[in-house]
């Protein structure tokens, strides 16, 4: 009420420049107090102390001058006028980031970095911690540019807002370099998660691209590589979590698909914890389905490419439309055998059962062979069959001779036995 009356005095005094230079800081108030007001609508029963501090941090960050009738001291016609320029630069900062309110540090953080990359300009960080976030101009000391800001967590609803911006950035930044200082591993991670996501095994240079134009920057190959690690960890969780979580895992999917057979080797260490060996999984209709499959499994191993250098082992059938049915799985530490006579004794006593003439495909490690051939295995004829896996045998031959003309001529040789099974397809075309 009081700014009012001394509104109302100078219109009688006819005191209009007076008048005019009062309605700029006036207006500056009115944005400063729509601030205060966001700030009380959005306290829903919280404690008016806590609320109280974020409007008395607000209100003391930009020095608003408590007494009006103090007002010409001050020349608030000057742009260089801390206290006028101040909260303006704010508001256009926070318009040109299309927020002001952030979830959490790493929001907040984000959207200053692109900030900063979009506007060609470096910051630096001068203070983090948990509920704060200060960050300087690159180049102050080069170019004596005074821009900085704080982001600081709000006690009463625990979101981060700017309460201190100085701008602007007066130092002149061109983009004379490939890449940006702010640019970094995070970022990446944050900009490129989304196909990361889709595609987990998408390249470095699709990402760096996606990075170049999405930012207009290039990014080294390994800023970039750790930026997909990152990504896979947020996505996928870490290496270890991952281990400590397929017990969990495996037995949710025994609990609501009965008679997935999983099986756990483990060995018990002195300090009671557990050495993982491996697991064999097979999913319940694979093992329902393979009574309907032809005679035949191949099983092939694959490495890890993650942190641990474990191998996944695979069974798969082939059905009577010649499509593939995953059989069986296992994780192993390494192929040796030991896992192979582990992983094909489950296969043939949870998928294969009393079936019997199954021919078995492998390729050609030691470990299978030997597991394969030994007295009393079921993949001996009569009983059962094993044969090479013609691509293995093809790719191995070529590796010695590397001779295009003599892979053809092997792979021809090897799947000779084919032609009546051809002919029989041809027929049925
Ligand atoms: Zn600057």
Same mark, same amino acid.
């Given at each position: 009420?009081?700014?009012? %009356?001394?509104?109302?005095?100078?219109?009688?005094?006819?005191?209009?420049?007076?008048?005019?230079?009062?309605?700029?800081?006036?207006?500056?108030? %009115?944005?400063?107090?729509?601030?205060?007001?966001?700030?009380?609508?959005?306290?829903?029963?919280?404690?008016?102390?806590?609320?109280?501090?974020?409007?008395?941090?607000?209100?003391?960050?930009?020095?608003?001058?408590?007494?009006?009738?103090?007002?010409?001291?001050?020349?608030?016609?000057?742009?260089?006028?801390?206290?006028?320029?101040?909260?303006?630069?704010? %508001?256009?900062?926070?318009?040109?980031?299309?927020?002001?309110?952030? &979830?959490?540090?790493?929001?907040?953080?984000?959207?200053? &970095?692109?900030?900063?990359?979009?506007?060609?300009?470096?910051?630096?960080?001068?203070?983090?911690?948990?509920?704060?976030?200060?960050?300087? #101009?690159?180049?102050?000391?080069?170019?004596?540019?005074?821009?900085?800001?704080?982001?600081? &967590?709000?006690?009463?609803?625990?979101?981060?807002?700017?309460?201190?911006?100085?701008?602007?950035?007066?130092?002149?930044?061109?983009?004379?370099?490939?890449?940006?200082?702010?640019?970094?591993?995070?970022?990446?991670?944050?900009?490129?998660?989304?196909?990361?996501?889709?595609?987990?095994?998408?390249?470095?240079?699709?990402?760096?691209?996606?990075?170049?134009?999405?930012?207009?920057?290039?990014?080294?190959?390994?800023?970039?590589?750790?930026?997909?690690?990152?990504?896979?960890?947020?996505?996928?969780?870490?290496?270890?979590?991952?281990?400590?979580?397929?017990?969990?895992?495996?037995?949710?999917?025994?609990?609501?698909?009965?008679?997935?057979?999983?099986?756990?080797?483990?060995?018990?260490?002195?300090?009671?914890?557990?050495?993982?060996?491996?697991?064999?999984?097979?999913?319940?209709?694979?093992?329902?389905?393979?009574?309907?499959?032809?005679?035949?499994?191949?099983?092939?191993?694959?490495?890890?490419?993650?942190?641990?250098?474990?191998?996944?082992?695979?069974?798969?059938?082939?059905?009577?439309?010649?499509?593939?049915?995953?059989?069986?799985?296992?994780?192993?530490?390494?192929?040796?055998?030991?896992?192979?006579?582990?992983?094909?004794?489950?296969?043939?006593?949870?998928?294969?059962?009393?079936?019997?003439?199954? #021919?078995?495909?492998?390729?050609?490690?030691?470990?299978?062979?030997?597991?394969?051939?030994?007295?009393?295995?079921?993949?001996?004829?009569?009983?059962?069959?094993?044969?090479? #896996?013609?691509?293995?045998?093809?790719?191995?031959?070529?590796?010695?001779?590397?001779?295009?003309?003599?892979?053809?001529?092997?792979?021809?040789?090897?799947?000779?036995?084919?032609?009546?099974?051809?002919?029989?397809?041809?027929?049925?075309?």
């Amino acid at each position: 009420m009081s700014h009012m %009356n001394s509104i109302l005095d100078m219109i009688r005094n006819e005191d209009f420049d007076t008048l005019s230079r009062f309605a700029v800081v006036n207006n500056e108030m %009115n944005s400063e107090s729509d601030d205060v007001d966001e700030v009380q609508r959005d306290g829903i029963g919280d404690e008016t102390k806590a609320l109280n501090e974020d409007v008395d941090e607000i209100v003391n960050e930009f020095h608003v001058p408590s007494n009006f009738t103090n007002i010409e001291e001050i020349d608030m016609t000057t742009v260089d006028n801390w206290s006028v320029s101040h909260s303006v630069r704010k %508001n256009d900062f926070t318009r040109q980031l299309g927020k002001d309110t952030f &979830k959490d540090k790493e929001e907040v953080i984000r959207a200053i &970095k692109l900030h900063a990359i979009r506007t060609h300009k470096y910051f630096e960080v001068v203070e983090t911690c948990l509920t704060i976030w200060k960050i300087r #101009c690159k180049l102050h000391s080069e170019s004596g540019c005074k821009w900085q800001l704080r982001a600081s &967590k709000l006690k009463r609803n625990g979101y981060f807002e700017i309460t201190k911006y100085i701008g602007p950035h007066t130092c002149l930044h061109y983009k004379i370099t490939q890449d940006h200082p702010n640019l970094d591993a995070r970022l990446i991670a944050q900009e490129t998660e989304h196909l990361i996501k889709e595609q987990p095994s998408i390249s470095i240079p699709a990402l760096r691209a996606e990075t170049i134009n999405k930012l207009g920057y290039t990014p080294s190959y390994k800023k970039v590589w750790v930026g997909k690690e990152k990504a896979i960890e947020h996505v996928f969780g870490n290496w270890d979590d991952s281990y400590t979580d397929l017990p969990k895992f495996l037995s949710a999917l025994q609990h609501f698909n009965r008679d997935t057979i999983v099986e756990w080797f483990i060995t018990r260490l002195d300090n009671n914890q557990v050495e993982f060996i491996h697991v064999f999984w097979s999913f319940a209709p694979s093992i329902k389905g393979f009574e309907h499959c032809r005679p035949v499994i191949s099983i092939d191993a694959t490495h890890f490419y993650g942190k641990y250098n474990g191998k996944m082992m695979i069974g798969m059938g082939v059905d009577a439309k010649n499509q593939i049915l995953p059989l069986a799985f296992a994780i192993a530490e390494n192929e040796s055998y030991n896992s192979w006579y582990s992983f094909l004794s489950h296969v043939k006593r949870h998928v294969v059962k009393e079936r019997e003439g199954i #021919c078995l495909i492998s390729y050609r490690h030691p470990g299978i062979l030997k597991v394969v051939n030994e007295e009393g295995s079921p993949w001996l004829e009569l009983r059962g069959f094993h044969r090479y #896996c013609l691509r293995h045998f093809i790719n191995n031959f070529n590796d010695k001779f590397h001779n295009s003309q003599l892979k053809t001529l092997a792979y021809r040789a090897g799947s000779q036995n084919q032609v009546m099974f051809r002919k029989y397809q041809l027929h049925h075309e």
